[in-house]
């Protein structure tokens, strides 16, 4: 299908005999927004490493630009960026020095890492700080120099695993605003989240997790739709889905 950069068919993941992702049928368009909705432990992780490739899965194909990851994994990696929830940085590395190892490692051209590096530095508000180790950052600053990396090679897919834990509000409006910058320019963003209003606020379509299975998908209208409920809300229907007791508490403290 056309302009399809993120396709999964059939993937399934056990461990040992356990099933924690089952028969997954996805796909993302360029210039769209997917958020990937569910409870912990619902599969989230599994599958976007499964997407990136670290994963081998135990059934299904994954297709990145139209790469198979098993068969062209080179190709398929160098069009992906991926921004795990619990990123490793290396401590006694400068911002700008870690944006230039990166870029090394993907082997962008030495005469476009210096001017790449220092747009992205800009992008992200981290030009004051940019010759401090990152040992010395904070959470939502380290967030920002891992997303800046991972737009060093200037990916067409990025995979982003819970990217909102952990930052203040202000920091997940910019995390949005460059989200949408990315998809307006034909980027596919794939995001992972436990936080229905993360979804809703950020994504233009959503795919809902649970125990390993796709329940339900589509932008958030058409999800009301689907389940039919009738005057039942997103929330209501995510709720009575999920069950997941974070959300019923969000939503209650919207309502106030
Ligand atoms: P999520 O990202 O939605 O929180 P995960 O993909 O991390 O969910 O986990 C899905 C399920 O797979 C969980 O039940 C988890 O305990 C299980 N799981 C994850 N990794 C492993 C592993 N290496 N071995 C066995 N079970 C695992």
Do not use: W
């Not at 989200?179 to 994504?203: D, K, N, Y």
Request: proline share 4%; with cysteine; charged share 25%.
């Amino acid at each position: 299908m056309e302009n399809v950069l993120i396709q999964t068919i059939g993937l399934t993941k056990r461990y040992g005999t356990v099933p924690v992702v089952k028969s997954l049928n996805l796909e993302v368009r360029g210039g769209e927004i997917f958020g990937f909705l569910g409870p912990n432990g619902s599969g989230k992780t599994t599958t976007i490493k499964m997407l990136t490739g670290l994963l081998e899965p135990s059934e299904g194909e994954v297709f990145i630009c139209g790469y198979d990851i098993r068969k062209q994994p080179m190709e398929a990696k160098a069009m992906t960026a991926y921004v795990p929830d619990q990123p490793r940085l290396y401590g006694k590395l400068s911002a700008r020095e870690f944006l230039h190892l990166v870029a090394a490692l993907y082997r962008v051209p030495k005469d476009i890492i210096q001017g790449r590096a220092e747009q992205l530095l800009d992008m992200f508000g981290l030009q004051d700080r940019a010759d401090e180790l990152l040992e010395g950052y904070s959470h939502g600053m380290r967030q920002k120099v891992v997303l800046a990396s991972a737009l060093i090679h200037q990916p067409r897919v990025i995979l982003l695993d819970e990217p909102t834990v952990g930052l203040d509000p202000a920091s997940a409006r910019q995390l949005k605003d460059l989200l949408q910058e990315m998809a307006r320019q034909g980027v596919a963003v794939f995001l992972s989240t436990h936080i229905l209003e993360i979804a809703e606020r950020m994504c233009h379509r959503v795919g809902i997790l649970k125990e390993g299975v796709l329940i339900a998908e589509g932008s958030t209208e058409e999800l009301r739709q689907k389940v039919g409920h009738g005057g039942e809300s997103l929330e209501d229907i995510f709720l009575e889905l999920t069950g997941s007791q974070e959300n019923a508490e969000l939503i209650e403290s919207l309502g106030e």
